[in-house]
């Protein structure tokens, strides 16, 4: 057997940066795609049962689903974040026997937690419905979505390991597409003949078993799974010191948003809670572009790292942190400047929210100023550092939702959370700087600022000049406007090379399909 020295010694070699960019491109764009799919098929799913189960139904379908997510979330403790990092570092390396081994670790290890904390969803189930919910008839819900537990967990597995191989667009299929829509067709053809709650949870079940079986597929053909358990090199010490710190940080991040709702309920008003819950809804739109782009990024910084190319890890740092920015910034100039508009969609006492909605929107740019950083924490293996800076910005929330909410209400808890996250990512900057002495700005930078300046004097300007009062009419001109000027202004200033590069290989594609559908 090879020793890890002779293995490692036959790594690949480093891809270009320009073939790391172009494929953050790529797996960002398909990941944008497959979200704002996934949001549809939501939208859908929600209106087909809420008709077919009625508000009490759904309720209960509800608190089943957010159940067996919570006891996926801690069945995985973080090995699926972990496996994107393991993969892309020993697949790197050419390394199988450890791509194995960390694939039969996460997989094991979350299996084993996923039917233990099934197994106690099922057993407890009639405790937790009638002494938690106060509803009987939740117990044999939960005790039917226990079932699914194993198998989320074991899906998210999957999808790491197929990050980790770089082929994010097998995630894309599976999760994101293929799973809701196994859901709609199977929810549509069960409202011909009517729907329970029960055939509800299965049908969810199903769906996420169809993503499995595809997930299966996709990792089989990039890493034949047909190979000996013991032909494999393991390190669970190494991926559990990892993962955890991550899990924990993570789970901070999940709740934190439920802590700000329970504290504004409890400070201010269920009335500002319902408003500041819409706003925070709109508010994560800015962040699909972040999302997708650094979820593309991840195993490509891992393998940048471990081969200590520093100056291409910082030109990744400071192009991809520049993208982020630019898409983020018209996003942002549109909620700033129309905010009541955009609120009234939801009726007349939403846009009481319009405030607060400027202020978190505030918060995302700040959060896409300041770029990939915590994600280069991540990918790098400072993952205790991570968890500091996830428990920092906590308690930094909670302390200033405390004095701030009573008197703001929801102003103060948006102001909160603008604070909390301007703070931790100034802190994640200075990290990384210190660590890697890197920076997410260079000159490129200033273009998409200019460019938003400009936009938001030409609609302004235009709005002056409109001979329309009414404030939702006047959003219906100016928006598409301002994303006009905002273009417009990127385009005037120049593109840089490495986006130049990825528009001429759009162009190249299309122009390749259209040469195909005329044959």
């Known amino acids: 057997m090879e020793n890890v020295e002779t293995v490692i010694s036959k790594a690949k070699p480093v891809a270009s940066f320009e073939q790391n960019i172009l494929l953050t491109a790529k797996g960002g764009s398909v990941m944008f795609v497959g979200k704002l799919f996934n949001q549809f098929s939501r939208l859908v799913i929600t209106l087909l049962l809420t008709r077919l189960l009625g508000p009490a139904q759904y309720g209960l379908y509800n608190i089943a689903l957010s159940a067996a997510a919570i006891a996926s979330h801690f069945a995985l403790v973080g090995l699926g974040t972990a496996l994107v990092r393991y993969v892309a570092l ?3 390396r050419r390394d199988e026997q450890a791509v194995w081994g960390s694939i039969q670790i996460a997989v094991g290890i979350s299996t084993a937690l996923s039917a233990l904390i099934s197994a106690l969803l099922f057993a407890l189930s009639h405790v937790i419905a009638t002494e938690v919910f106060h509803d009987a008839t939740l117990a044999p819900v939960l005790q039917l979505i226990s079932f699914t537990i194993p198998l989320l967990s074991f899906s998210d597995v999957l999808a790491g390991a197929t990050r980790g191989f770089k082929r994010i667009e097998h995630m894309v299929i599976a999760q994101n597409i293929a799973q809701p829509l196994v859901r709609m067709l199977l929810l549509l053809a069960f409202s011909l003949v009517g729907l329970n709650i029960m055939q509800a949870v299965v049908i969810f079940g199903v769906a996420d078993f169809v993503a499995s079986l595809l997930l299966i597929y996709f990792l089989n053909s990039q890493f034949p799974l047909r190979r000996p358990l013991h032909a494999a090199r393991r390190a669970p010490r190494e991926m559990l010191s990892y ?5 924990l940080a993570d789970t901070i ?3 934190r948003g439920n802590i700000q709702t329970i504290l504004l309920g409890s400070l201010s008003s269920v009335f500002t809670v319902g408003v500041f819950a819409v706003a925070n809804q709109l508010n994560q739109f800015a962040d699909l572009v972040h999302h997708s782009v650094t979820t593309a990024v991840q195993p490509i910084i891992v393998q940048v790292h471990d081969s200590d190319n520093r100056e291409q890890l910082g030109r990744l740092y400071q192009t991809v942190s520049k993208w982020m920015f630019s898409f983020n910034v018209p996003i942002f100039l549109i909620v700033v400047m129309f905010p009541t508009p955009i609120l009234s969609i939801f009726g007349k006492d939403f846009t009481q929210g319009a405030t607060a909605l400027t202020l978190l929107s505030w918060a995302s740019l700040v959060n896409a100023g300041t770029g990939m950083c915590g994600l280069i924490l991540d990918m790098t293996g400072y993952t205790k550092l991570k968890l500091a800076n996830s428990v920092s910005q906590l308690a930094l929330i909670v302390i200033l ?25 100034v802190l994640r900057v200075v990290e990384i700087y210190i660590i890697f002495r890197l920076l997410p700005y260079n000159a490129s930078f200033l273009k998409p600022i200019l460019a ?23 959003a219906l001109a100016l928006i598409p406007l301002l994303a006009c000027a905002y273009v417009g202004a990127i385009l005037l200033f120049g593109l840089e090379p490495e986006d130049r590069a990825i528009l001429a290989r759009v162009r190249k594609r299309a122009t390749r399909k259209l040469s195909q559908n005329r044959a």
């Not at 938003?452 to 006047?474: E, F, H, K, M, R």
Request: hydrophobic letters at 55%; a negative charge.
């Open 90 to 92: 020993y697949a790197g």
């Open 243 to 247: 993962s955890i710190p991550m899990w």
């Open 253 to 255: 991040a999940t709740f």
């Open 401 to 425: 939702s405390t004095l701030l909410i009573p008197t703001l209400g929801m102003v103060g808890a948006a102001v909160a959370a603008l604070a909390g996250q301007s703070v931790i990512n």
């Open 452 to 474: 938003g300046v400009s936009a938001l004097l030409v609609t302004l300007i235009a709005g002056n000049w409109l001979p329309v009062s009414d404030g939702n009419l006047q």
